[in-house]
């Protein structure tokens, strides 16, 4: 069995993703044009990209697509900031993406819609306690999940996305290197399950897919025996083990595309809908169940973080070039190292 350490969570301090949403702004097809048509020349002017990830409004992703710029998972936003020649890049996402970009770019500006988009694996994972966890195994690495501060990266012998993370866990396990695994719990558990490394874990989860269901999803299951089920391995053990595919975002969208059902349930955030829908445009998409509805749930489905991103928020920061991510320069350069074996490690696959 895998040790956790005593990290208490501070979920009831989180943003609820239906207050987020009903703060936002709205627009007519008029209104969404027009805004579409100023973040272009906008972009134009300050020779900037946007890069979002999948988890945004569709708005977000739409507008990145008709520019240019880039819309994937964690490892591809990566990839696509270190391969623009753009003077500033505008993150659509939420912070330690943001950070991940400079890490990469520090010769780059770059912007954040908000900075008050978190993540709660960021959260609950600070550099200080995770350094005295290392601590108690000196013999082990650090393996940290990009969900991650620049601190954090600074102090990981490697970072990972869920994309290459079963590759590289199991690269390094036959190298018989012993491990150490932050901040996700459940990504972690589903990692040693599928190589045997066992892996001392920290103790984070992501609050949306904290909240998918099994016994739910056993009954809409039954329900919709024709559907195939896709579930982010951040999802709780007993949900992973119910899926047809457990993947990444992109690797979803991939089956989404790819498996011969014409019905699936997801559980991951579902702003992939929009994706997934161009991927797969005849397919029927089903929610997973979550914990609860409305009142009861913190995200039901989507990310109160990703949800602070909106076509407003865009334009403003990208007006007055503000939201800008500053990592200081000693942590970035070692964040470099962890982050950039990831970059390449990726390269070999
Ligand atoms: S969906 Fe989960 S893992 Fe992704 S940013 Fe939100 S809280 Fe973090």
């Known amino acids: 069995m ?3 350490n005593n990290l208490k ?6 943003p609820k993703t239906s207050d987020v949403l009903n703060n936002s702004p709205a627009y007519n097809e008029k209104k969404k044009a027009d805004k579409i048509n100023l973040i272009k020349k906008l972009l134009k002017e300050k020779d900037a990209k946007i890069i979002a990830h999948y988890y945004t409004h569709e708005d977000i992703q739409e507008v990145a697509e008709l520019t240019g710029g880039n819309v994937s998972d964690s490892l591809e936003m990566a990839k696509f900031g270190a391969s623009q020649s753009s003077k500033t890049l505008v993150v659509a ?3 330690f993406m943001g950070e991940t970009a400079k890490i990469l770019n520090p010769e780059k500006k770059i912007l954040m819609p908000t900075l008050d988009a978190e993540c709660s694996l960021d959260l609950n994972c600070p550099a200080p306690e995770l350094l005295k966890f290392r601590q108690r195994y000196p013999d082990r690495q650090l393996v940290v999940y990009a ?3 620049a601190e954090v990266k600074a102090m990981a012998d490697w970072v990972v996305t869920s994309s290459i993370a079963v590759k590289l866990i199991e690269y390094l396990n036959k190298k018989n290197i012993k491990l150490i695994w932050a901040p996700d719990k459940h990504l972690g558990n589903y990692l040693n399950d599928k190589t045997n490394a066992n892996m001392k874990l920290w103790n984070a989860s992501c609050i949306v897919h904290e909240e998918f269901k099994a016994t739910a ?3 809409l299951m039954k ?6 089920v896709l579930v982010h391995p951040e999802s709780p053990k007993e949900v992973v083990e119910l899926a047809d595919v457990v993947g990444s975002t992109s690797q979803l969208i991939s089956a989404c595309k790819n498996l011969p059902h014409n019905k699936m349930i997801v559980a991951t955030d579902n702003r992939i809908f929009y994706k997934m829908k161009k991927a797969a445009p005849n397919k029927i998409l089903i929610e997973a169940p ?3 509805k409305g009142a009861t749930c913190i ?3 989507h990310c109160p973080w990703m949800a602070m991103n909106n076509l407003d928020n865009l334009i403003e920061t990208l007006i007055d070039e503000k939201n800008e991510i500053i990592v200081d320069e000693t942590i970035r350069k070692k964040a470099f190292i962890s982050t950039n074996k990831m970059i390449d490690f990726a390269k070999t696959l």
């Open 290 to 292: 979550t914990g609860g």
């Open 223 to 228: 329900e919709n025996k024709d559907a195939a």
């Open 147 to 149: 969900n991650t501060s």
């Open 2 to 4: 895998s040790k956790f």
């Open 299 to 301: 995200s039901c489905a």
């Open 217 to 219: 999803l056993i009954k």
């Open 93 to 95: 996402g939420v912070r």
């Open 9 to 14: 969570f501070q979920n009831e301090s989180f």
